[in-house]
């Protein structure tokens, strides 16, 4: 199982950045998909998730009306369009992917996790 994060970077406040998660090694329409962040010295933060079989997503309160996820199927990969950046979005962020036993994402952290993609926003 491979969880590939790409596309982290320097963003300005108030900039934009996309994120891209590449995954093999599992089912991909049978599973729920997202983002998680991750400072050091502080908790682990969902970010966003979808669930692939239906689209159906899950946003964190933090950016909501900010961040986009989105699926590409046919590339077993998945989005997220990061918009207005702020410092404290600055973070490791990584995907994860857990099966879809019919809960939705709210287990998602808790599967597959693949290695992360630094985003830092310069105030």
């Known amino acids: 199982v491979q969880l590939q994060a790409s596309g982290g970077g320097l963003a300005q406040t108030g900039g934009s950045l996309r994120l891209s998660c590449a995954t093999s090694?599992?089912?991909?329409?049978?599973?729920?998909i997202g983002w998680y962040r991750q400072v050091p010295g502080k908790e682990r933060e969902g970010v966003s998730c979808?669930?692939?079989?239906?689209?159906?997503?899950w946003y964190g309160d933090s950016v909501k009306g900010r961040f986009a996820i989105s699926k590409d199927s046919s590339k077993n990969t998945i989005y997220l369009e990061m918009n207005n950046l702020q410092p404290e979005d600055t973070a490791v962020y990584h995907c994860?992917?857990?099966?879809?036993?019919?809960?939705?994402?709210?287990?998602?952290?808790?599967?597959?996790r693949g290695q992360g993609t630094l985003v830092t926003v310069s105030s």
């Open positions: 090694g599992f089912t991909f329409n049978r599973y729920a």
């Open positions: 994860a992917a857990d099966a879809d036993y019919g809960l939705g994402c709210r287990d998602f952290m808790t599967g597959y």
């Open positions: 979808i669930l692939i079989r239906d689209g159906s997503t």
